[in-house]
């Protein structure tokens, strides 16, 4: 054999791995499917879907305000720049002041964007219907 010539790459234990995975999940359906419940007359209480013990009452189609989702999204953008902060909090002393001016500047455009948000009227539930049917607080 050629010494220069790469060795083909030993495959059996890839081929060992996918057997035993195949067999491991041939005993799991066979397993199941012996000692598994067999009802031979489904009622409607084993058709209805089990939610935590609650019963289901209405359509499992909910509909949520779009108000919901950015405040999530929001949530999220501002959870991950705490994780930002949390790490240079870690690294305070070996950052200097190079670190210190530029989680300053990250925080205050961080601040400009949730301004920005508030201004925009991103944050707030109610829609403009919901304004101006709400009543008037005096003060």
Do not use: H
């Amino acid at each position: 054999m050629d010494p220069n010539t790469a060795a083909p790459p030993e495959l059996w234990p890839l081929v060992a791995y996918f057997l035993a995975v195949c067999v491991v999940v041939g005993v799991m359906l066979g397993a199941s499917a012996l000692l598994g419940e067999r009802s031979r007359r489904p009622t409607t209480a084993t058709l209805s879907p089990f939610e935590s013990g609650i019963v289901a009452i209405g359509s499992p189609q909910l509909r949520f305000s779009v108000s919901f989702y950015l405040v999530a999204i929001f949530f999220v953008i501002f959870d991950i720049e705490a994780v930002f902060i949390f790490a240079w909090a870690i690294a305070f002393r070996e950052s200097g002041w190079a670190g210190y001016i530029e989680i300053l500047v990250f925080i205050a455009v961080l601040v400009a964007a949730l301004a920005y948000l508030w201004l925009l009227g991103a944050l707030d539930w109610r829609t403009a219907r919901q304004k101006a049917t709400a009543p008037k607080i005096p003060w």
